[in-house]
């Protein structure tokens, strides 16, 4: 695999931009033309070849620029990573199974030299090679988990299992749609899932819960969540909602095909077999409308979806004021056809 | 369905220890390394046994870190299903058997500031895994270990001639006993419990905790039931639709997989919960093993966990 890294930025002048290829392997998370809570969960063990589900840490064509992002939401802010003493081994955990597979899965950008506790960290895109000791901090310049997700894209929340219960104890979280690492640290399942409205009457997260206390080492697990938002800003987050909150009144007719943007995330679920915690990576996907609807079967479905969707998601997600202009722009590329089941495009069918 | 891949192992050493428990090393087949697992995972071995297959969780003892080998330690019940006797009887070096992947119900504390550990018999093998697991670690813990007697305790030199200062060894038929409200009174702010053994070690340890004040929170046990032999029963499985006979030495999860149903499981004893299965309709009486179904579903007739309880009746209609 060859990918050329773009140049880009997620802030001020927002560079940010897809490829075709980025394009076509885009996870899109509608299965059907309506969307509601369920517990979409599946096994994470491959999928279709070039999609972002094939390897265990989907790198694309945004990882420069968004570690360069990352390192600059850290400067402003230490508080985006944090870790709670007793979550040095899952920390550990983490490195090891992001080095081992992005390693195996990526072979000409990164190597992994085992020797005993004797270990060499090859990363070719950012230009890293560093000697260490595997389970000794100070050989490191970061903790492990930090070290480790400096240099993977997506943010990271590390759960620590007891009393049948999980426990967000520590995490790096920079891309985020809007919550906190800061304000959650230390809290358990349902606490840091209580503003999230509608699934709590229908019991989706007692059930998800009792999935994920269940994930078994050397069987991972991914679902999809998605929002809506204004530019292609990476780092949403409470903490500078003052900068970027703003930025939501700026659609206008005109500009909404460019600047409103889809964003998936790509959560993924491992068990972290030395402290038997769990990792949640999140992987944010940003597209903008114009790019969606060059797949005519995601434009039909984006607008139907978008136009039926709960006046308490459309507010919760953070959309429900531009919704109408959302919509009258999508409405241009609904022309009421019938979407095939299933997420992904039908070339056959959309030749006309 | 029931998980992740199984692992290839070939038997690689077999070490009788006492009268009654033998140790069994595994090493992988493929010449891969094993994973890592965490102090008190457990891992499930099949056993072919004629035309049944048998399946039992066993904690793994070796060092989490040692990715070459793992080791369990199987006590033989002359009174159980089989299990533990095919393993000391069938099994010989070289063999190739197949195991899960460790998954672990007994996991440690690691806010802990101390860990004290009570083990009963048999109930030793997570612990040694464990304190290989603090032992790197530097963290603080204590283990007390009774045993029926000298010649039955496994492990008992090795761990005293490592831990001089951290193992205290009782032997029952020497009327030594331990002295466990004094023991739980002495702890540091921060103290962890944990307890495996013997249904009545783990009911004292955990009452007595109760009384003295201890958080439920900060006891943590591993009870794993076997299966308890019953007699022959039948039973159908409305979604395959299928007519099943449970046999007298097999539970009722090895009669749904026999049958060629695939149905979720972790612990294989009761405790995990996974194998949870709806009940559509039945006329009999359920013989519930678990402790995993609370009262109220134990006599609602709902549910059912095959892989410890049975069932006596005319009809059991499950959703599987």
Redesign the interface.
Known sequence: MNIKFNDETFRDDYTFHNSDWAIQRFPFPFHEDHYMYAVNMEQHRGGPEGSVYEKRFDVDEHYVAEMRDRAMVLADDPLRCQSL???E?AGWDLLELIMVSKSEDYPDLFELHRNGDHWRWVNKPLGIDDSFTF?DETTLPYGPMEYITRQTQGDFALL????ENLWMDAGIVTTQADWSLDFDIGMNFFEWHAPVPLAHEKGIFVRAL?FLL?V????PGRRLNWTMTVNPLLDTSPENYHKWGIQKSSLTPDNVGQKQYLRVELQTFFRL????GLVFPIRCYLISLEDIVTIPKWGRRLHRVIRDLPVELATYKGFIDNRPMILDYLSKFDDGSETSPGVWPDPQLEKG | MSGAEKIAVRVSDIIPLTDLVTRFEFKPINGELLPTFSGGAHTVVEMQDGDTIRRNPYSLMSDPFDQSTYTISVRRDDEGRGGSLFMHTQVSVGDEMTISNPVNLFSLDLRARKHLMIAGGIGITPFLAQIKQLDRAHANWELHYASRNAALGSYVSELTTQHPNDVNIYYDEEKQAIDLDNLLEGQPLGTHLYVCGPKGMINWVRGTADRLGWASEVVHYEEFLAPQPGERFQVELAISNKMIYVGENESLLEAIEAAGVDAPYLCRGGACGQCETNVVSFDGEFLHSDHWLDDDEKASGEKIMPCVSRFNGKTLVLER
């Open positions: 003493p007793h979550m081994l389970m620590d299992q007891r009393e009792k269940n078994q080492q050397g069987a077999p030395r402290s038997n």
